[in-house]
Every structure is written in C-alpha cells, then in structure tokens.
C-alpha cells in the first residue's frame, strides 16, 4: 500500500491564499493584494528593460525629499540583484542609477506622448506618509520615468 505524499511546493503554491496587506487611514483600513500586484509589475519591467538595453535613455525621478530631470545614461545596461530586490541602470564612463527596494513597486505604466516612443513610469508606494506599510522607509509615493532619447 502506498503512503499518500505531500503536495509538490508548485501545486502547493497553486492552493495558496495569498495574505493581502492591511492599510489604514485614520479610522479607516483596506485589505489590498500588494505582493500579487508587485509580482506582475517587476515580471513586466523585465520584459521592458532588455529592450532599452544598448540605447541611450533619460531618466527622471520626482518625490518629496529630492528629484532629478532627464538624466542621460547611454548605451544602456542592466544589473539585477539576485534576489529581485532592485537593479542597476549602468550607462558609460561609470555613470549608474540604483533603483532599490523593489518590494514597494506597484505598478509599471506606458504612456506615448506626441512621438511613437513610450515612457515607463515606475509607480513606487509605502503606504501613507502618516502610516508607512514597512515603517524602516518614508511612506509615500515616488515615480521614476524612463524613456529613450531621440
């Protein structure tokens, strides 16, 4: 007779809830599946980032505390972290922009303006500034642009 076994860990993570994260505003609280929306956004910037490999870009990024403006990193290249924690953007003559603490992305949006060339913004979000999700970092929100030179 045989022994009935354990799931295997894929039809194990087929069966599982995923816990969603709890926000609050005042008196008011949600329930959101960030880890699930997170997921879906950096499978998404690795399918966009290959593709501006080799090519000179601008990036821009806006928050409370600092912000750049059309930063010029050319000839493109890209370094993830082994653990899909952040990534580096490497340019020429050493220049580099760490993108770091992946976990708060949220979504990855496209938009073309005038010129058939699109720009990707990164969506990054910690909760309220009144109540960060992890309360080690700064809660808000900050956005990161990047799209190709002409």
């Known amino acids: ?6 799931l295997d860990s894929k039809e194990k993570q087929n069966y ?15 329930e959101i599946p960030l880890r699930k929306r997170n997921k879906a956004a950096i499978k998404q910037l690795k399918e966009i980032l290959p593709q501006l490999e080799g090519k000179d870009i ?3 990024q ?8 059309d930063l010029r990193l050319k000839r493109l290249q890209v370094q993830w972290f082994h653990n899909d924690g952040g990534f580096v953007l ?13 976990k708060f992305l ?15 913004y990164l969506d990054f979000w910690n909760g ?13 929100y900050q956005c990161l642009h990047i799209r190709a030179a002409k």
Not at 1 to 6: A, K, R, S
Not at 16 to 30: C, D, F, M, N, Y
Not at 62 to 69: A, E, K, V
């Open 16 to 30: 599982e809830i995923e816990p969603k994260t709890t926000v609050t505003l005042g008196k008011r609280s949600a």
């Open 58 to 60: 601008l990036i821009s």
């Open 106 to 120: 949220y979504q990855v949006r496209e938009q073309y303006d005038g010129n058939d060339k699109p720009t990707y």
């Open 1 to 6: 007779m045989e022994q009935l076994g354990l």
């Open 62 to 69: 806006h928050c409370d505390y600092w912000w750049y403006d």
């Open 90 to 102: 490497w340019g020429t003559k050493g220049a580099q922009v760490r993108v770091l603490g992946l």
């Open 128 to 140: 309220f500034r009144s109540a960060p999700l992890d309360s080690y970092y700064h809660g808000g």
